[in-house]
C-alpha cells in the first residue's frame, strides 16, 4: 500500500467524494473502480488471483487491513467452495457495498467526516465532507506527477490509473485539464511495462473487467 496506508479502494474515493459537500461525484463509475481497486490491492497482496475473466481466493490470511480483510471475508464467502468465478460478477455485486466500506475506513482515518441529515424530514442521508486533506494532495500530487509530469509509476499508481482509464474518471482525478490530453497519457501508461508481469497482467486484465460491467451499465441506462 501507499506510505500513508490508504489502499487503492480509498484513493479513488478520496478523489470522488467533493472536499466541502461530502457527496460523491460520478458515484457508479466510481464504485466499480473502487470495487475493482480493493480487488487489485488483494492481488498485490497475493491473497487473491485475477487471470482473464476470473478470480480466484489463494490465501485468506488476513492482511492486516480492515477494509481488504473484510471485503477478503465477503469475496471467501461468495466463492462457495468454487475455485474460482467471474471478476464482472463481483464487480456487479460488490460495488455497491465496497463504496460504503472505503468511505468508513476514511472515516476512521479522520480523513473525512460523516455527516447525517434528513432529506424532508424524512430520509436518511449521509455525506462525507473533508476533514485532513494532506493524504489527498499527496495523491493529487503523485497522479500529476506521472500522468502531467511523465514521472515513471510505481506498479501501485500504474493499477489506480488504469482503473480511473477503464472506469472514464478521469476528470475526478484531473478536473481542469483536457480529457483527451490525460486519456492518452492513461492510456500509455496502462499499457507500459511499470509491474512484474503477474501484477501487469491482472491490472489488464481488471481493467477489462471495469470496461464491461461500466459499459453493460451505460448500455442498460439508455436502453
Known amino acids: 500500500m501507499a506510505g500513508t496506508g490508504v489502499t487503492l479502494g480509498e484513493e479513488i474515493m478520496l478523489l470522488s467524494l467533493d472536499d466541502e459537500s ?7 463509475a466510481a464504485g466499480w473502480a473502487v470495487a475493482g481497486g480493493i480487488l487489485l490491492e ?5 491473497r487473491v488471483s485475477v487471470t482473464g475473466a476470473y478470480l ?3 490465501d485468506s490470511t488476513p492482511t492486516g487491513e480492515p477494509l481488504l480483510d473484510g471485503r ?3 469475496l471467501e464467502a461468495w466463492m462457495k467452495g468454487r475455485s474460482k468465478r467471474r471478476v464482472t460478477d463481483w464487480l456487479t455485486k460488490d460495488h455497491t457495498k465496497a463504496v460504503g466500506a472505503a ?3 476514511l472515516s476512521e482515518r ?5 455527516e447525517r441529515h434528513k432529506v424532508l424530514g424524512l430520509f436518511p442521508v449521509r455525506r462525507y465532507p473533508e476533514a485532513d486533506g494532506s493524504t489527498e494532495r499527496e495523491l493529487r500530487e503523485r497522479l500529476t506527477a506521472t500522468v502531467l509530469g511523465k514521472a515513471d509509476p510505481d506498479e501501485r499508481t500504474a493499477g489506480l490509473l488504469a482503473l480511473l482509464h477503464s472506469a472514464k474518471l478521469h476528470r475526478l482525478a484531473f478536473p481542469e485539464q483536457p480529457r483527451k490530453e490525460v486519456a492518452q497519457r492513461m492510456a500509455e501508461i496502462t499499457a507500459g511495462e511499470w509491474a512484474g508481469e503477474s501484477v501487469r497482467l491482472a491490472i489488464r486484465d481488471m481493467q477489462a473487467a471495469v470496461i464491461a460491467v461500466t459499459a453493460a451499465t451505460m448500455a442498460a441506462a439508455v436502453a
Open 22 to 28: 461530502g457527496w460523491a461525484k460520478s458515484r457508479q
Open 42 to 46: 488483494l492481488v498485490m497482496a497475493e
Open 56 to 58: 480466484g481466493v489463494l
Open 72 to 74: 477478503l471475508a465477503q
Open 103 to 105: 468511505v468508513q475506513r
Open 110 to 114: 479522520g480523513l473525512v467526516t460523516e
